[in-house]
């Protein structure tokens, strides 16, 4: 059976800030043409509303197929409130066939998404996800009194304690990091997070080698 590689696209609010976005469709690009000249096929998804479907690019294969995918990709504004587990549901509402998919999201959600890779894995796609985030969400800067405001809900939390915050921030990150990387695992796929502003030449050619996704 030919492999299928489904490239996904987190484009909700909270991937407009820093260059978190522009380095998803970077990625995703690389990823389909990866996937096209090894005569795969590969269809892609933007998720960037949960009100409207993801926007799709069918399954395609080839050189041929390349400006499709560049100009799918060109035009993909950051859309609003889409928590990454539900955009999982969507793509899986839609998609048909076995391989890998590719989740390119901040992984920045409270949902279940635990659930959403086993129906990936269920459907036979292996879950390769790769967390890109922010430098100040890598390493934040605070110090006083600070307000957070979440952009896809607009809660908003009061603290005063940023040295007692930063600890517990690292250590959901961490927590976050460690469940992904082994709920991935387990299901045959892999785990990456990576710094935004790392150049994506970098990220192509030493990161994803180093890590066993490219060979």
């Known amino acids: 059976e030919e492999m299928h590689v489904v490239v996904m696209i987190d484009a909700s609010a909270s991937m407009r800030f820093g260059t978190k976005l522009e380095r998803a469709r970077q990625l995703a690009g690389a990823f389909a043409i990866m996937g096209m000249m090894n005569l795969e096929k590969v269809s892609l998804y933007a998720a960037q509303d949960r009100e409207t479907a993801p926007k799709i690019l069918p399954p395609c294969t080839g050189r041929m197929s390349l400006k499709r995918v560049l100009d799918f990709l060109e035009d993909l504004p950051a859309g609003r409130d889409y928590p990454i587990e539900q955009a999982v549901d969507a793509v899986l509402n839609q ?42 969400e890598l390493q934040p800067d605070v110090t006083g009194d600070v307000r957070f405001v979440d952009v896809e809900t607009s809660y908003t939390l009061d603290v005063s304690s940023a040295g007692d915050l930063l600890g517990l921030y690292h250590e959901h990150l961490t927590g976050l990091q460690d469940r992904l990387g082994t709920v991935c695992r387990q299901r045959g796929g ?10 994506i030449e970098t990220v192509l050619f030493d990161t994803l080698r180093r890590k066993g996704w490219v060979q």
């Open 190 to 199: 892999r785990f990456l997070s990576i710094n935004a502003a790392d150049p």
């Open 95 to 136: 998609h048909r066939g076995r391989g890998i998919a590719i989740v390119l999201s901040d992984f920045l959600t409270f949902g279940d998404v635990d659930r959403s890779f086993n129906r990936l894995f269920s459907a036979g796609l292996e879950p390769f996800a790769m967390q890109i985030l922010s430098p100040e």
